[in-house]
Each structure stands twice: as structure tokens, then as C-alpha cells.
């Protein structure tokens, strides 16, 4: 049968199943190894003060906000980009 990507769109080598994990945006189950994982810095500050108190000198308090997508929510987040048939198949296998 013929394999669009070598490795099924998956990480991992060959360490098996391991999984599913639940998608942040939608609540869907999708393997471990498939989801993408993107971390931003959120800042607790409302945007409009948050100029104010930075020409004031203050330090902001920052948090890391870590959402797993899968793959349908990834692309429509632009996150992960549809590549080409060439981009995506290595000419060595
Ligand atoms: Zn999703």
C-alpha cells in the first residue's frame, strides 16, 4: 500500500504505542506521539496597563500556557503548514 509519509506523521521510532492525549482545542483523543505541542508566554497584565506599568519600570509576571493540538487544529492554527509531495517523501526510501 502506498504511505504518504514514511514515519505516518508520527515521532517516535519504532518505541510503540503510547497513548492518546486529549486535544486542548477540541477534545479530541489523538496518540502521543502525533499531537503537537505549543507553548507561548501569556502575560497577566491587562494589554491596556500593561504599557503604563512597563514605562513605570515594573516587572510583569509571565506564565508559560502549554496547549496540545492535533493534527486538524494544528493546521488551522497555522501551526503546522501543508508541504508538498516532494517536502514530505525523502527520495531514499
Ligand atoms: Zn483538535
Redesign the pocket.
Known sequence: MTKKRKSGGRSGGNRGNKGNQQ?S??G?QVPADKIKKVSRWVSLVDPSMRKELRDSGAILPRRKVTSL??I??AIHFKQVKIRSKDSRKPKSW
Open positions: 486535544c482545542n477540541c479530541r493540538l492535533c486538524s487544529c
